[in-house]
């Protein structure tokens, strides 16, 4: 009679278990969400400042750098010295709203990049508007830790933070260091490091991106 009813103890035992891990959510699960709520939106609105170095085909340089990204604009200046040095037009830049545009040394205006050979030459900067895309999608992100569409793959951490972005029908890849916050950005093209940018600052307030 002991060991029938040990048995049945242990029976009923497994079966509450059973129950409670059917019906009871992750504990972290929640907590996930939060964090991943919490890193969409510092993506909507945000400025980096830092150093790019880059070493890709004609251009290789080590020099500041400012990205500056709202909910559907996009900016990259790239200056020869400090942000509030002595030169006051940046070395580099680039825009994007449903186009990117491209001014490089030299030029006074900026160029659009359509179906030219530049175009394959640099990452499509689209992405940008896809976060409000990723928040619609949190349920699939917190389960899977990543998100695909046609044109992109964004992987996420453990702590649910945008660790990487790949171009599906490109060979760019754009990786996410971070210690406490954001430290460093990493592009690549054909698996091969082509640019980094150590970051300095981030800041999410008073985000306003010059239209052209």
């Known amino acids: ?19 409670g891990c059917a019906t009871i959510p992750k504990p972290d699960f929640a907590q996930k969400e939060k964090l991943l709520s919490a890193h969409l939106e510092e993506w909507k609105n945000i400025r980096i400042e830092g150093i790019i170095e880059l070493n890709y ?12 990204k709202t909910e559907n604009l996009g900016r990259i200046d790239i200056f020869d ?6 030169k006051p037009n940046p070395f580099i830049s680039a825009y994007f709203d449903s186009t990117l ?6 030029q ?9 050979s530049l175009k394959k030459e640099l990452p499509d900067l689209s992405f ?18 990543e998100y695909r569409n046609n044109d992109f793959i964004f992987y996420f ?11 599906t029908q490109e060979n760019f890849c754009v990786s996410f260091d971070y210690s406490k916050e954001l430290s460093k950005i990493l592009i690549f093209k054909n698996s091969k ?18 239209s052209l």
């Open 1 to 19: 009679m002991q060991i029938f009813e040990r048995k049945f103890f242990i029976f009923l035992f497994l079966i509450l278990l059973l129950f």
């Open 57 to 68: 085909r004609s251009f290789s340089f080590r020099k500041n750098i400012v990205i500056k």
């Open 81 to 86: 010295s400090g942000v509030f040095g002595l």
């Open 101 to 106: 545009f491209v001014r490089f040394p030299e």
């Open 108 to 116: 006074t205006k900026f160029v659009e990049i359509n179906n030219s």
């Open 128 to 145: 940008i508007k896809i976060f409000d895309e990723l928040v619609s999608n949190k349920n699939k992100i917190l389960k899977e830790k």
């Open 157 to 167: 951490s453990d702590e649910m933070k945008l660790e990487k972005i790949e171009l």
């Open 193 to 210: 490091e082509i640019a980094n940018i150590q970051i300095d600052k981030i800041s999410h307030k008073n985000i306003k991106i010059k």
